[in-house]
């Protein structure tokens, strides 16, 4: 079976740093993915890992070890707009691009 | 488009009537997904899509769930006799390839309410 597991939800304040947790348990993998969802909007790509380390991007860092089966989505100098639901999500290795998610982490970010 | 479009936007259906909802991907991607997100949930795979043909429906919850996608472009998610547990949104996204490289793009979604 397939298992992504995060937390439901987070809260942090304006101007800090929060670390969204990801561990799976799959029968393949071939990558993860971080993808930011507002409520009501469609999910918009945020990062990509497929080798063990850390990818920074701008205020966005993911870092995935996969003999851990552990990722996570650092995100610094929080604004009020990150505030959103944040999924993980593992690329199954097969004869096609196969994505699935995690539930979800709810972040609310507060003044 | 620039982007994924899907329509209609809200589908508010009695149980038991049947319901179509459309995805028209970013023109020339190879791969096109059905999901299907309930309120507080991340999007459960139903359906995939490498040009016309249907490699994976492993995800359709039964046999009321019926996806095509006849001429490798737009695809249709048909719902027959709906029930209230298909409530949910239902999101397609598209991909340039069918390699396990590259994003998946998403669009807004179709919301089905069923009453």
């Known amino acids: 079976g397939q298992n992504i597991d995060q937390p439901t939800e987070m809260t942090a304040t304006e101007g800090a740093i929060v670390q969204i947790n990801c561990t799976y348990q799959?029968?393949?993998?071939?990558?993860l993915f971080w993808y930011q969802q507002h409520a009501g909007e469609a999910p918009t790509f945020l990062s990509y890992?497929?080798?063990?380390g850390l990818e920074e991007k701008g205020r966005f860092s993911s870092f995935l070890s996969r003999s851990k089966g552990y990722s996570y989505l650092l995100l610094k100098e929080l604004q009020m707009k990150d505030s959103a639901s944040y999924l993980c999500?593992?690329?199954?290795?097969?004869?096609?691009?196969?994505?699935?998610f995690g539930a979800g982490t709810r972040l609310a970010v507060h003044p | 488009g620039a982007g994924v479009s899907q329509s209609p936007r809200y589908k508010v259906a009695k149980r038991g009537q049947d319901v179509a909802l459309r995805c028209d991907p970013i023109s020339g991607h190879v791969s096109l997904f059905w999901y299907q997100q309930a309120l507080g949930q991340g999007p459960e795979f139903l359906t995939y899509?490498?040009?016309?043909?249907?490699?994976?429906k492993s995800g359709l919850p039964s046999d009321r769930f019926f996806a095509e996608r006849p001429e490798g472009s737009v695809s249709t998610l048909k719902i027959q006799r709906t029930q209230q547990e298909d409530s949910a949104v239902y999101l397609c996204a598209s991909s340039l390839t069918s390699a396990n490289t590259g994003e998946l793009f998403f669009g807004e979604g179709s919301r089905l309410t069923v009453l």
């Open positions: 799959t029968s393949g993998f071939n990558g």
């Open positions: 999500a593992v690329y199954l290795r097969g004869g096609y691009n196969k994505l699935i």
């Open positions: 890992n497929v080798l063990d």
């Open positions: 899509f490498q040009n016309e043909a249907q490699l994976d």
